[in-house]
């Protein structure tokens, strides 16, 4: 057991581990259910990419629910092969928001480049999901892998040439975002903690929950069109 993970609580017989861990976990999980509660009830005109923004927000509230309860808070009761829900859950949610970022420049690139590189995001995330669900390979390591390679490989250089080429707000705001996730990345890796009730994973979720706000507003911007009732 890792020594700077939080103290166990007991309820009476019941088991809740990593308390703050989970709770933060959650907290990421209900902003990701705000993101897509703001587009399921939008009544504006959308973009093509709109579909795509808002199952990524759907994944992740149910993979961050998972990951809370399933992969922290009740340990004690399933295995810890229910971490993988989680880890397939923002695999998706990363796949179908590179779907949405190449839907943006679809137009800019052409077919048959649009056609390439939605082969090889499809391609990456097929590979990805079956290391994480294969008990031989299957470790943080590789949602954490899939992850990188989602934004940084795909979703990052696809909101550059989408800026560069239409000075997009939206993707300019991305474009910050992606480059802001490698912090929760670092304080995860660099196990940076405070104590055993605030450690490297509450820090990470808690940046991880600015990461998710700030996505609901760049994809908003992107998805949600000027003449809608509902932009921010």
Same mark, same amino acid.
């Given at each position: ?5 939080? *103290? ?5 017989? +019941?088991?809740?581990?990593? *308390? ?18 703001? +587009? @399921? ?27 809370? $309860? ?9 295995? *810890?092969? +229910?971490?993988?829900?989680? $880890? ?24 048959? @480049? ?10 990456? @995330? ?53 480059? @802001?996730?490698?912090? *929760? ?11 055993? $009730? ?35």
């Amino acid at each position: 057991m890792d020594e700077i993970l939080n *103290p166990t609580l007991f309820l009476g017989n +019941f088991e809740f581990r990593e *308390p703050v861990t989970s709770l933060t976990d959650f907290f990421v999980a209900i902003i990701a259910f705000v993101g897509f509660l703001k +587009f @399921y009830t939008f009544k504006g005109t959308k973009s093509e990419s709109f579909i795509y923004f808002k199952i990524y927000f759907l994944c992740f509230a149910i993979g961050l629910t998972s990951a809370a $309860w399933l992969g922290h808070g009740l340990q004690a009761y399933v295995g *810890p092969e +229910f971490k993988r829900v989680g $880890w397939v859950c923002a695999a998706t949610g990363f796949l179908f928001f590179g779907l949405a970022s190449l839907v943006e420049i679809k137009k800019l690139v052409g077919k048959a @480049y649009y056609s390439i590189l939605r082969f090889l995001f499809f391609g990456q @995330y097929l590979v990805l999901v079956f290391l994480m669900l294969n008990p031989s390979t299957s470790s943080f390591i590789m949602a954490q892998l899939s992850t990188t390679i989602s934004l940084i490989v795909f979703i990052f250089p696809i909101h550059i040439y989408n800026y560069l080429k239409t000075n997009t707000k939206g993707s300019l705001i991305i474009i910050f975002i992606v480059i @802001y996730s490698i912090l *929760p990345g670092i304080t995860y890796n660099k196990q940076i903690s405070i104590n055993r $009730w605030f450690n490297y994973h509450d820090i990470s979720h808690v940046l991880m929950a600015i990461f998710m706000a700030s996505m609901i507003i760049g994809t908003s911007k992107l998805a949600m069109l000027k003449n809608s009732t509902n932009e921010i």
